[in-house]
């Protein structure tokens, strides 16, 4: 039986329930893009599945812990709006901008929140879902392979969670519960950076190069942890200039997010879902791991040279 890719996408700030849908153009742009290197790849001593047969996704919608909330606190102060609140732009700014730092103010990064908890409690069930419907493909003690796609405040999530399923096995790539090994991780307009100023008072260049630990990592030998971003996005942050990220091995790479409309401004922030290079690259490095894993001759003789030059490509455009 051909093994399967583990794929868990999670969220950022505020999407005020649109359930799983938020990530279908991703998804979409991921399996074209991973058909196509894939049939790239001329693997011959094994059947070529289907997008859909190669890769499991599970999207993480953990929106309504912090939404309700949220909601209640605007109808508290302001009252119920109504129809009319639609067409305010007061109303409407002060509603993005409570989403945005209600999320962050809510999400501190300490287990006996009660919103970190909750929050965390959606993460675990994807990707208990995720390690069910893998379980069958799974040969004796083997993990099964997973990439993370983070977005925004959900790459700290991410982060989070990682590390609090790894931090007393001794593997910081294994999440043992589950049988699972953190293959690639893929941040997404990530704003991780910033948390380099936490505990830093008047720290200077050379404390924030060491102000963030790392402590996750993704399989050293056949990873990837990317960190996409648009220059535009004000919100997303490079991640090689902290010590700790670039010693794990992240890779910058900057992307041009959006449309005509969105692709120069803050709303580049949003537009990764649709992000064609984003998926592309994703997409890419997803084929070479299921060829490794499914493809014995791929795997012994070409594999490695091919994931070297994988990563070269990356780092260029860094």
């Known amino acids: 039986m051909a093994q399967?890719?583990?794929?868990?996408?999670?969220?950022?700030?505020?999407?005020?329930?649109?359930?799983?849908?938020y990530c279908e153009p991703l998804q979409e742009n991921i399996r074209a893009a991973f058909a196509k290197h894939l049939h790239e790849l001329h693997l011959t001593d094994v059947k070529l599945p289907t997008p859909d047969e190669a890769l499991r996704f599970q999207a993480v919608c953990w929106d309504p812990v912090t939404q309700d909330p949220q909601d209640a606190l605007l109808e508290l102060l302001f009252g119920k709006t109504g129809r009319r609140g639609h067409f305010s732009l007061t109303y409407q700014l002060r509603r993005n901008m409570v989403g945005l730092l209600g999320d962050v103010a809510a999400y501190e990064s300490n287990p006996e929140n009660p919103v970190y908890r909750a929050i965390h409690a959606h993460m675990d069930t994807a990707v208990r879902q995720l390690a069910q419907d893998s379980l069958a493909e799974r040969v004796g003690d083997d993990y099964s392979p997973l990439t993370i796609i983070a977005h925004s405040l959900g790459s700290v999530i991410s982060s989070d969670y990682v590390w609090d399923h790894t931090k007393d096995t001794g593997h910081s790539q294994y999440i043992a519960d589950y049988g699972l090994v953190l293959i690639n991780m893929i941040l997404l307009g990530s704003p991780m950076a910033v948390y380099a100023l936490r505990g830093n008072a008047y720290g200077g260049i050379l404390s924030i190069?060491?102000?963030?630990?790392?402590?996750v990592r993704v399989d050293p030998k056949h990873g990837l942890w990317l960190n996409v971003y648009d220059e535009q996005d004000a919100i997303a942050?490079?991640?090689?200039?902290?010590?700790?990220?670039?010693?794990?091995g992240v890779i910058d790479y900057p992307v041009n997010a959006g449309n005509i409309v969105t692709s120069w401004n803050i709303a580049s922030h949003t537009a990764y879902w649709s992000c064609k290079p984003a998926a592309h690259?994703?997409?890419?490095?997803?084929?070479?791991?299921?060829a490794r894993l499914n493809s014995a001759q791929y795997a012994e003789l070409e594999y490695e040279a091919a994931l070297t030059k994988f990563r070269k490509t990356l780092k260029k455009k860094s």
Do not use: F, M
Request: hydrophobic fraction near 40%; charge should be negative; proline fraction near 6%.
């Open 237 to 248: 942050l490079p991640l090689e200039p902290i010590h700790a990220y670039k010693d794990a």
């Open 4 to 21: 399967s890719l583990n794929v868990l996408i999670v969220h950022g700030i505020g999407w005020r329930r649109q359930g799983g849908t």
């Open 209 to 215: 190069h060491e102000g963030l630990d790392c402590p």
């Open 281 to 290: 690259v994703t997409g890419h490095k997803l084929a070479l791991d299921w």
